[in-house]
Nanobody, 116 residues
Framework: QVQLVESGGGSVQAGGSLNLSCKAS????????MRWYLQVPGKDREVVST???????IYSDAVKGRFTTFRDSIENTLYLQMADLKVGDTGRYYC??????????WGQGTQVTVSP
């Protein structure tokens, strides 16, 4: 059974940092592209970062230079290091796996709240 479990969210002041994790089980994360999404109430989920199976990372303009995503293949875990957080980064963060010949797998999300 495929499962993604996010953790690491919390409340911080603007300028602070958080590190999110997305632990995968039931499949090999290294075979899949992975994304982090941000959802704000009343809006669609938006892509924050994309990590290809080959390890290439792409970031949204909003987070470029502040967030870093990478994968630990041994731990089968995806990470999102978030620095210099802004109030606009507030929302629920989801990880998603895009694997060959499979549906998109989603985690349950983790809440990040950034206060002024």
């Amino acid at each position: 059974q495929v499962q993604l479990v996010e953790s690491g969210g919390g409340s911080v002041q603007a300028g602070g940092s958080l590190n999110l994790s997305c632990k995968a089980s039931g499949y090999n994360m290294a075979d899949c592209g992975m994304r982090w999404y941000l959802q704000v109430p009343g809006k669609d989920r938006e892509v924050v970062s994309t990590l290809s199976a080959a390890g290439t990372a792409i970031y949204s303009d909003a987070v470029k230079g502040r967030f870093t995503t990478f994968r630990d293949s041994i731990e089968n875990t995806l990470y999102l290091q978030m620095a210099d957080l802004k109030v606009g980064d507030t929302g629920r963060y989801y990880c998603a796996a895009f694997c060959p010949r499979s549906p998109v797998y989603w985690g349950q999300g983790t809440q990040v709240t950034v206060s002024p």
